[in-house]
Protein backbone atom coordinates (compact mmCIF):
# COMPACT_ATOMS: atom_id res chain seq x y z
CA UNK A 1 0.00 0.00 0.00
CA UNK A 2 1.27 3.37 -1.28
CA UNK A 3 0.62 6.63 1.38
CA UNK A 4 0.26 10.12 0.30
CA UNK A 5 1.29 12.17 3.94
CA UNK A 6 0.44 15.66 4.40
CA UNK A 7 -0.42 17.40 7.75
CA UNK A 8 -0.94 20.92 9.54
CA UNK A 9 -2.32 22.51 5.97
CA UNK A 10 -3.94 25.31 8.00
CA UNK A 11 -6.46 26.20 5.72
CA UNK A 12 -7.87 28.62 7.91
CA UNK A 13 -5.17 30.79 6.56
CA UNK A 14 -5.77 30.12 3.29
CA UNK A 15 -8.70 32.10 2.32
CA UNK A 16 -7.83 34.16 -0.82
CA UNK A 17 -8.39 31.73 -4.23
CA UNK A 18 -5.20 31.42 -5.59
CA UNK A 19 -4.05 31.35 -9.63
CA UNK A 20 -3.38 27.95 -10.43
CA UNK A 21 -2.68 25.87 -13.63
CA UNK A 22 -4.24 22.63 -14.85
CA UNK A 23 -1.14 20.62 -13.20
CA UNK A 24 -2.08 20.91 -9.53
CA UNK A 25 -5.25 20.43 -7.78
CA UNK A 26 -6.23 23.75 -5.98
CA UNK A 27 -9.44 22.62 -3.20
CA UNK A 28 -9.59 25.72 -1.02
CA UNK A 29 -8.42 29.07 -1.12
CA UNK A 30 -4.52 29.61 -1.68
CA UNK A 31 -4.10 25.48 -0.23
CA UNK A 32 -2.20 23.52 -3.51
CA UNK A 33 -2.20 20.13 -3.26
CA UNK A 34 -0.78 17.98 -6.01
CA UNK A 35 -2.69 16.70 -10.01
CA UNK A 36 -4.61 13.23 -9.53
CA UNK A 37 -2.35 12.03 -12.57
CA UNK A 38 0.75 12.27 -9.97
CA UNK A 39 -0.85 10.26 -7.21
CA UNK A 40 -2.02 7.63 -10.19
CA UNK A 41 1.13 7.55 -11.31
CA UNK A 42 2.68 6.40 -8.18
CA UNK A 43 0.02 4.13 -7.28
CA UNK A 44 -1.34 6.14 -4.11
CA UNK A 45 -3.96 4.32 -2.22
CA UNK A 46 -4.63 6.32 0.68
CA UNK A 47 -4.03 10.32 1.58
CA UNK A 48 -3.31 10.48 5.23
CA UNK A 49 -3.68 14.13 6.70
CA UNK A 50 -2.16 14.30 10.31
CA UNK A 51 -4.50 16.89 11.68
CA UNK A 52 -4.89 20.66 11.29
CA UNK A 53 -7.15 20.78 8.72
CA UNK A 54 -9.72 23.97 9.06
CA UNK A 55 -10.88 25.39 12.61
CA UNK A 56 -14.31 25.24 11.43
CA UNK A 57 -15.54 21.58 11.59
CA UNK A 58 -17.81 21.99 9.32
CA UNK A 59 -15.10 23.60 6.49
CA UNK A 60 -13.01 20.92 7.81
CA UNK A 61 -15.51 18.37 6.52
CA UNK A 62 -16.00 19.50 3.40
CA UNK A 63 -12.22 20.01 2.51
CA UNK A 64 -11.56 16.45 3.20
CA UNK A 65 -14.35 14.97 1.33
CA UNK A 66 -13.40 17.41 -1.70
CA UNK A 67 -9.72 16.14 -1.31
CA UNK A 68 -11.55 12.21 -0.98
CA UNK A 69 -13.76 12.87 -4.07
CA UNK A 70 -10.88 14.25 -6.21
CA UNK A 71 -8.68 11.40 -5.94
CA UNK A 72 -11.12 8.69 -5.68
CA UNK A 73 -9.14 7.27 -2.64
CA UNK A 74 -10.02 7.01 1.30
CA UNK A 75 -8.72 9.84 3.21
CA UNK A 76 -7.18 9.22 6.61
CA UNK A 77 -6.74 11.94 9.27
CA UNK A 78 -6.65 12.73 12.83
CA UNK A 79 -7.82 15.21 14.86
CA UNK A 80 -5.51 18.25 14.99
CA UNK A 81 -5.38 20.83 18.30
CA UNK A 82 -6.68 23.63 16.03
CA UNK A 83 -9.34 21.73 14.91
CA UNK A 84 -10.49 22.15 18.50
CA UNK A 85 -10.40 25.63 18.72
CA UNK A 86 -13.68 26.70 19.25
CA UNK A 87 -14.77 23.69 20.38
CA UNK A 88 -14.97 22.00 23.56
CA UNK A 89 -11.74 19.97 24.51
CA UNK A 90 -12.04 16.48 23.96
CA UNK A 91 -13.07 13.85 26.06
CA UNK A 92 -11.03 10.62 26.38
CA UNK A 93 -13.47 8.47 24.14
CA UNK A 94 -13.77 10.79 21.66
CA UNK A 95 -12.37 10.90 17.76
CA UNK A 96 -9.87 7.24 18.43
CA UNK A 97 -10.76 5.33 15.26
CA UNK A 98 -9.44 1.92 13.92
CA UNK A 99 -10.02 2.17 10.00
CA UNK A 100 -8.95 -0.89 7.90
CA UNK A 101 -8.15 -0.06 4.28
CA UNK A 102 -7.59 -3.26 2.01
CA UNK A 103 -6.38 -5.10 5.10
CA UNK A 104 -4.06 -2.06 6.45
CA UNK A 105 -5.26 -0.84 9.98
CA UNK A 106 -4.92 2.60 10.59
CA UNK A 107 -5.21 3.98 14.53
CA UNK A 108 -6.00 7.31 14.65
CA UNK A 109 -6.23 10.19 17.30
CA UNK A 110 -4.56 13.52 18.59
CA UNK A 111 -2.16 11.82 20.97
CA UNK A 112 -2.22 15.11 23.19
CA UNK A 113 1.07 15.13 25.49
CA UNK A 114 1.34 14.68 29.07
CA UNK A 115 1.72 17.52 31.42
CA UNK A 116 3.10 17.98 34.62
CA UNK A 117 0.41 19.43 36.64
CA UNK A 118 2.80 21.68 39.13
CA UNK A 119 5.09 22.47 36.46
CA UNK A 120 3.42 22.99 33.46
CA UNK A 121 0.54 25.12 35.37
CA UNK A 122 2.12 28.69 34.71
CA UNK A 123 3.06 27.37 31.03
CA UNK A 124 -0.73 26.99 30.42
CA UNK A 125 -1.97 30.69 30.62
CA UNK A 126 0.08 31.43 27.93
CA UNK A 127 -0.51 28.74 25.81
CA UNK A 128 -3.63 28.96 22.87
CA UNK A 129 -4.83 25.75 23.19
CA UNK A 130 -5.88 26.32 26.77
CA UNK A 131 -7.65 30.18 25.33
CA UNK A 132 -9.17 28.11 22.55
CA UNK A 133 -10.09 24.93 23.44
CA UNK A 134 -13.14 25.64 25.65
CA UNK A 135 -12.74 23.77 28.89
CA UNK A 136 -9.08 22.89 28.60
CA UNK A 137 -7.17 21.94 31.81
CA UNK A 138 -3.98 19.78 32.65
CA UNK A 139 -6.49 17.29 33.81
CA UNK A 140 -8.64 16.62 31.11
CA UNK A 141 -5.39 16.66 28.12
CA UNK A 142 -3.24 14.28 30.79
CA UNK A 143 -6.74 12.00 30.85
CA UNK A 144 -7.02 12.12 27.15
CA UNK A 145 -3.24 11.44 26.92
CA UNK A 146 -3.48 8.43 28.79
CA UNK A 147 -6.66 7.42 26.74
CA UNK A 148 -5.33 7.59 23.57
CA UNK A 149 -1.71 5.87 24.17
CA UNK A 150 -3.62 3.09 25.93
CA UNK A 151 -5.48 3.17 22.23
CA UNK A 152 -2.50 2.75 19.95
CA UNK A 153 -0.88 0.46 22.81
CA UNK A 154 -3.76 -2.30 22.02
CA UNK A 155 -5.20 -1.34 18.40
CA UNK A 156 -3.35 -4.10 16.68
CA UNK A 157 -2.42 -1.20 14.39
CA UNK A 158 -0.02 -1.19 10.82
CA UNK A 159 0.00 2.63 10.85
CA UNK A 160 -0.80 5.24 13.62
CA UNK A 161 -1.88 8.45 12.69
CA UNK A 162 -1.52 10.79 15.50
CA UNK A 163 -0.77 14.58 15.32
CA UNK A 164 1.28 15.39 17.88
CA UNK A 165 4.23 13.67 17.35
CA UNK A 166 5.55 10.57 19.79
CA UNK A 167 9.28 11.22 20.32
CA UNK A 168 11.54 14.06 21.11
CA UNK A 169 13.25 13.51 18.43
CA UNK A 170 10.98 16.26 16.68
CA UNK A 171 12.30 19.06 18.32
CA UNK A 172 14.65 20.96 16.08
CA UNK A 173 17.41 21.44 17.52
CA UNK A 174 16.53 25.74 17.55
CA UNK A 175 13.77 24.69 20.21
CA UNK A 176 16.28 22.10 22.54
CA UNK A 177 15.56 23.26 26.11
CA UNK A 178 12.29 24.98 25.41
CA UNK A 179 9.48 24.13 28.23
CA UNK A 180 6.59 24.31 25.77
CA UNK A 181 8.06 21.30 24.02
CA UNK A 182 5.80 19.48 26.62
CA UNK A 183 2.79 20.72 24.56
CA UNK A 184 4.10 19.90 21.55
CA UNK A 185 5.54 16.22 21.36
CA UNK A 186 5.33 12.89 23.47
CA UNK A 187 7.98 11.00 24.74
CA UNK A 188 7.18 7.48 24.16
CA UNK A 189 9.99 6.06 22.06
CA UNK A 190 9.35 2.56 24.04
CA UNK A 191 5.52 2.67 22.53
CA UNK A 192 6.47 3.41 18.87
CA UNK A 193 9.17 0.64 19.19
CA UNK A 194 6.76 -2.08 21.31
CA UNK A 195 3.38 -1.22 19.69
CA UNK A 196 3.88 -3.17 16.67
CA UNK A 197 3.40 -0.30 14.08
CA UNK A 198 4.84 -0.33 10.71
CA UNK A 199 4.73 3.75 9.91
CA UNK A 200 3.98 6.36 12.54
CA UNK A 201 2.81 9.33 11.23
CA UNK A 202 2.12 12.13 13.02
CA UNK A 203 2.89 16.86 12.29
CA UNK A 204 1.97 19.37 15.14
CA UNK A 205 5.60 20.66 14.93
CA UNK A 206 5.80 21.85 11.15
CA UNK A 207 9.39 20.98 10.89
CA UNK A 208 9.96 17.80 8.64
CA UNK A 209 11.00 14.20 9.61
CA UNK A 210 11.99 10.86 9.23
CA UNK A 211 13.25 8.31 11.32
CA UNK A 212 12.86 4.98 12.50
CA UNK A 213 12.37 3.73 16.02
CA UNK A 214 12.85 0.24 16.14
CA UNK A 215 11.06 -1.35 13.35
CA UNK A 216 8.37 1.78 13.12
CA UNK A 217 9.17 4.25 10.41
CA UNK A 218 8.55 7.64 12.04
CA UNK A 219 7.03 10.72 8.98
CA UNK A 220 6.42 14.08 10.13
CA UNK A 221 5.56 16.17 6.75
CA UNK A 222 3.70 19.44 7.79
CA UNK A 223 3.08 21.69 5.08
CA UNK A 224 2.50 24.48 8.14
CA UNK A 225 1.86 27.61 7.95
CA UNK A 226 1.73 29.91 4.45
CA UNK A 227 5.16 31.81 5.26
CA UNK A 228 7.02 28.48 6.44
CA UNK A 229 6.57 26.30 3.40
CA UNK A 230 4.77 28.33 0.96
CA UNK A 231 1.31 27.47 -0.62
CA UNK A 232 2.21 23.99 -2.12
CA UNK A 233 1.76 20.69 0.04
CA UNK A 234 4.75 18.80 -1.35
CA UNK A 235 3.77 15.34 -0.17
CA UNK A 236 5.80 12.09 1.04
CA UNK A 237 4.96 8.64 -0.50
CA UNK A 238 5.27 5.50 1.88
CA UNK A 239 5.24 2.60 1.17
CA UNK A 240 3.42 -0.10 3.88
Known sequence: MNLAILSDIHAEFRQTKATTTDNVFNPFGTLVLPHRRDFENLNVDAFVIAGDIHTNSDIRQWLIDEIRNYYGIPVVTSMGNHDYWGREFPTPEQDVELIDIGGTTFACCTLWTSLDPVLDWSLTRGFSDFQYCHGA???KWN???EAHR???RNSGAD??????PPSEKCVTSRFVG?????FF???LDH???DCGAKLWISGHVHSKHDFTIGDCRVIVNPLGYPHEFGMTGDVVIAKI
Open 178 to 182: NPFNR
Open 191 to 193: LVA
Open 159 to 164: VVVTHH
Open 137 to 139: TIE
Open 143 to 145: AVH
Open 185 to 187: VNN
Open 150 to 152: EFI
